[in-house]
T-cell receptor, first 117, second 116 residues
Framework: DSGVTQTPKHLITATGQRVTLRCSPR?????VYWYQQSLDQGLQFLIQ???????AKGNILERFSAQQFPDLHSELNLSSLELGDSALYFC????????????????FGEGSWLTVV | AQKITQTQPGMFVQEKEAVTLDCTYD???????LFWYKQPSSGEMIFLIY??????QNATEGRYSLNFQKARKSANLVISASQLGDSAMYFC?????????????FGQGTTLQVKP
């Protein structure tokens, strides 16, 4: 158990709909990351939040948005869903560390399987 | 540009034998970290081992060790005494610390099958 909790584990929804994926980071971790894993794109970084603020943005579509709340949990909102959005969405977390020797291990949750039909 | 290359799409190993999964990386940063993750068929992403670019010793975690060759930009994962439960997809990933983000760049993965 990584300590990162994601809900829901599985979700089936129709095209055009909107869903929200939720993530609780490990206790003490200030950074939350969202990744998308699909067969054709592999693992893609979407966005990072650090202590409530957006820190980095990757290949996140405009139809997608995220936020991190004061209690450090995060939500990823996916709207106007398309068939191609079907994927495994991971949340990950880490403590705020500096330098390569401080560990800075990034732990992943079990993922949320999204199927758009 | 930062890049992770895993050249072995699939590997087989006999139970109880050791296996090496290859990973090469490309970065212009001096300060970076290298990770290995295991993804079983159930889908979760399990952290295995971490190596910092300034770490002089190769990282080890139980049956996992990382063969870090900085000059060759390689970070191969060695699994000793393979077990049936080691059958999974394995991903190598890199984090560049100059970006001041935690963004990981992943390779395409290697599927490992352990034969009884």
């Amino acid at each position: 158990d990584s300590g990162v909790t994601q809900t829901p584990k599985h979700l089936i929804t129709a095209t055009g709909q909107r869903v929200t994926l939720r993530c609780s980071p490990r206790s003490g971790d200030l950074s939350v990351y969202w990744y998308q894993q699909s067969l054709d794109q592999g693992l893609q970084f979407l966005i990072q939040y650090y202590n409530g603020e957006e820190r980095a943005k990757g290949n996140i579509l405009e139809r997608f948005s995220a936020q991190q709340f004061p209690d450090l949990h995060s939500e990823l909102n996916l709207s106007s869903l398309e068939l191609g959005d079907s994927a495994l969405y991971f949340c990950a977390s880490s403590v705020a560390g500096v330098g390569p020797s401080s560990g800075n291990t990034i732990y992943f949750g079990e993922g949320s399987w999204l199927t758009v039909v | 540009a930062q890049k992770i290359t895993q050249t072995q799409p699939g590997m087989f190993v006999q139970e109880k034998e050791a296996v090496t999964l290859d990973c090469t990386y490309d970065t212009s940063d001096q300060s970076y970290g290298l990770f290995w993750y295991k993804q079983p068929s159930s889908g979760e992403m399990i952290f295995l081992i971490y190596q910092g670019s300034y770490d002089e010793q190769n990282a080890t975690e139980g049956r996992y060790s990382l063969n870090f060759q900085k000059a060759r930009k390689s970070a191969n994962l060695v699994i000793s005494a393979s077990q049936l439960g080691d059958s999974a997809m394995y991903f190598c990933a890199m984090r560049e610390f100059s970006s001041n983000t935690g963004k990981l760049i992943f390779g395409q993965g290697t599927t490992l099958q352990v034969k009884p």
